[in-house]
């Protein structure tokens, strides 16, 4: 769903305020800027329109270094130098209950990407997919932008997100490194929605049971390797048809 603003604005500087007071460094030099989505945005995403929730997020100037869980970084507007990469960044969304093509990645995590749905009834909406060879885990992550910002708050409020300051990373799970991350979330923080955070669902049996419930096509799942293959040829045909 797409957030009121000024929810949008509360939620976004309640996680900024609990990212610096777990010891982050926020960039000063991250100011806002206004401006409009490039041309290449409704070109390659095949939409005439971008939601202002998405244009406001992609002002804030936050795409400068990892501010989010597991070093998670703001994608920026692609640009025609990397149009490609982006369209190349969908082609683990298989099974979605809306065209993969309507969505742009916005949040890129060393093996998850996150994306923003552009149009339709799944607007507004945060999915994830994992990087990498037979992984069909696409699953909505949050049903907002502010929804997902919120969860990561309260995931740092309870301490199952934290500051690591050799690299000034926020990391999700347990300092040990042990155990799992979702297996942290889930015993220490049960309250939040694992989804939300960017950790491996390969294989968690709450996985499929949230795929069902987000209208993910399972037949498509089941097929996987298959199911994969038309998608990554279908991204290769929209490449091509575009130049990009």
Do not use: N
Request: hydrophobic residues 40%; glycine residues 8%.
């Amino acid at each position: 769903m797409l957030d009121d603003m000024r929810v949008l604005r509360a939620a976004a500087r309640d996680y900024r305020t609990a990212a610096t007071a777990a010891g982050l460094r926020w960039p000063d030099h991250s100011a806002p800027s206004d401006g409009p989505p490039p041309d290449v945005v409704y070109r390659l995403f095949d939409v005439d329109h971008v939601a202002d929730q998405l244009t406001w997020l992609q002002s804030q100037g936050w795409d400068s270094s990892p501010l989010f869980p597991h070093g998670g970084v703001l994608l920026p507007w692609p640009s025609d130098a990397t149009a490609g990469a982006s369209l190349t960044d969908l082609a683990g969304s298989v099974g979605t209950p809306f065209p993969w093509r309507r969505q742009m990645p916005l949040f890129r995590f060393s093996v998850v990407v996150f994306t923003f749905v552009l149009e339709g009834d799944h607007e507004g909406e945060i999915w994830r997919y994992e990087i990498g060879p037979d992984y069909w885990d696409t699953v909505r992550a949050a049903p907002s932008l502010a929804g997902l910002l919120t969860e990561w708050t309260k995931g740092l409020e309870a301490g199952v997100v934290f500051h690591r300051q050799r690299d000034d990373w926020l990391v999700v799970g347990d300092r040990t490194g042990v155990p799992p991350a979702f297996k942290v979330l889930r015993e220490r923080a049960p309250d939040l929605d694992p989804m939300a955070f960017p950790v491996t669902l390969t294989l968690e049996p709450l996985l499929r049971r949230r795929q069902l419930e987000c209208g993910v096509d399972l037949d498509c799942i089941e097929r996987g390797f298959d199911c994969q293959e038309e998608l990554l040829a279908e991204v290769d045909a929209v490449r091509a048809s575009l130049g990009v």
